[in-house]
């Protein structure tokens, strides 16, 4: 009997070794998890999370995606912090505020603030285009910002609107004037009438892209003035 016993006792010794450990528990992985967001800097001050909330929306990216490279302290010479619209009149008072450069997509472009972020102007100018004069007495001006703003003003009736490109330009639209962007350095083209003509038409327009080019065909000339005044007449070209 003791010999049974201890037989059976050696047997369920050798079945309990053979059992092995219970494998540790992993943290899933793989691609149905969902990612780690991420959130801007709680130390952003309001005039830097003005600037930075203005570009995301105005270029359709998160706000994660728009990097803050410098912000300096300056005291603006006017209420337009110092950006000149053709048409537009400013308030001269000194208003403190800071510079604001901001890098998304690959580019840098610049705000600027007043001291509590509540005043907000873009100041990297893409295109000015103006139109003056002709027998219907034109007064009409655009401004379009790197940061994806359209300013646009008419002398008639004081019209003043603020639009962004992603709200009037089809896709195709969008992909050709970077593709403009891209290729052009400063162009300036002028297709006003030779002065002394009758009710004289003039017509102006400087693009400043980031390539090298500074001359374009005459055929890309029509193709920027053509665009340029659609964008000052309608805000919905899509």
């Not at 009997?1 to 793989?30: H, R």
């Not at 873009?122 to 103006?130: F, G």
């Not at 962004?164 to 403009?180: H, Y």
């Not at 400063?186 to 009758?198: E, H, L, M, N, R």
Request: aromatic share 6%.
């Amino acid at each position: 009997m003791k010999m049974a016993l201890l037989i059976f006792t050696l047997a369920m010794l050798l079945v309990t070794a053979c059992v092995p450990d219970s494998a540790p528990t992993e943290e899933p992985s793989g691609p149905d998890l969902e990612p780690t967001p991420t959130h801007l800097p709680v130390d952003l001050t309001p005039a830097q999370l003005a600037a930075i909330t203005a570009l995301s929306e105005n270029l359709g990216l998160s706000v994660e995606s728009v990097k803050l490279v410098s912000t300096e302290a300056v005291d603006w010479p006017d209420g337009c912090l110092g950006v000149q619209e053709e048409g537009v009149m400013c308030t001269q008072a000194i208003t403190p505020g800071f510079r604001i450069i901001l890098e998304a997509n690959g580019r840098e472009v610049e705000y600027r603030t007043n001291e509590d972020g509540t005043q907000l102007r873009p100041a990297t100018v893409l295109m000015r285009w103006k139109r003056e004069g002709g027998i219907a007495g034109f007064c009409d001006y655009l401004t379009v910002y790197l940061s994806g703003e359209v300013h646009k003003n008419s002398c008639k009736g004081g019209e003043y609107a603020e639009e962004r490109l992603l709200d009037i330009l089809s896709e195709a639209d969008l992909a050709k004037l970077d593709e403009w962007v891209q290729d052009y350095g400063t162009v300036v083209i002028d297709a006003s009438d030779p002065k002394g003509v009758s009710d004289r038409m003039v017509v102006t327009l400087e693009f400043v892209g980031l390539g090298s080019q500074e001359t374009v065909s005459s055929s890309t000339e029509k193709e920027l003035l053509e665009f340029a005044q659609l964008l000052s007449q309608s805000s919905q070209l899509k």
